[in-house]
Structure formats: structure tokens, C-alpha cells
């Protein structure tokens, strides 16, 4: 099982970025998708997470900014990013609470994706 991000790069204050991230493998059902950032010399954090119902939640630093979304069928999460800050500037991580072929849970990361906002 392996996560693929894509969608980060550098982008002025104010404005916007989508990353994407889809899983592939041995997948039976995947609960939670969602996305955290990791600043240099700091810990992995929360950033947003969508479970099957659609349930979502965020960390307060991205509340009304950012948007996290699903798509079930592809295995997949997004997140849209708007009115970005220098402070969002990080290695965004996606990541995936699944259950795969030998019914066994599993929590995979994908391989991390730079956004970097400009002043």
C-alpha cells in the first residue's frame, strides 16, 4: 500500500494551492484520510482529516481557510488551501487508516509535498 501526494510548490500570501493524494495497493476500505504538516525541527501536526461519513476536522490554525475532501471511489483525499499564509509554509504529509488485503490495520504515509508561501 503507498500514498502518492502531488500539489505543493511556492505561492505568494493570499493565494491558493490544491494537494492531492491517492492511495493505491492491497486496500480493502480506508476510515480516515486526511492531511498533516511537519515544520523543520518540529513534530508532524494535524492539519485536516475526512472520515467515511464525511466527517471532517481541523486543526484551528486552518479553520475557514483550508478544505478537506474525499473521493471514495479513488481513494483519494484533497485539500484546498485558500488565503495562504508564510506560516503554512511546510512538508505536508498525507495520510490513510486503512484496512488492507490481509485484514490488518494500517496507518501509511505518503511521501510528503513542500508548500512554501511567500511574504
Known amino acids: 500500500v503507498q500514498l502518492q501526494a502531488s500539489g505543493g510548490g511556492s505561492v505568494q500570501a493570499g493565494g491558493s494551492l490544491r494537494l492531492s493524494c491517492i492511495a493505491s495497493g492491497s486496500i480493502v476500505s480506508i476510515n480516515v484520510m486526511g492531511w498533516y504538516r511537519q515544520y523543520p525541527g518540529k513534530e508532524r501536526e494535524l492539519v485536516a482529516t475526512a472520515n467515511i461519513p464525511g466527517d471532517t476536522n481541523y486543526s484551528d490554525s486552518v479553520k475557514g481557510r483550508f478544505t478537506v475532501s474525499r473521493d471514495v471511489d479513488k481513494n483519494a483525499v484533497y485539500l484546498q488551501m485558500e488565503s495562504l499564509k508564510p506560516e503554512d509554509t511546510a512538508v505536508y504529509y498525507c495520510?490513510?487508516?486503512?484496512?488492507?488485503?490481509?485484514?490488518?490495520?494500517?496507518?501509511?504515509w505518503g511521501q510528503g509535498t513542500l508548500v512554501t508561501v511567500s511574504s
Open positions: 495520510n490513510a487508516d486503512l484496512l488492507d488485503y490481509e485484514i490488518i490495520r494500517r496507518t501509511v
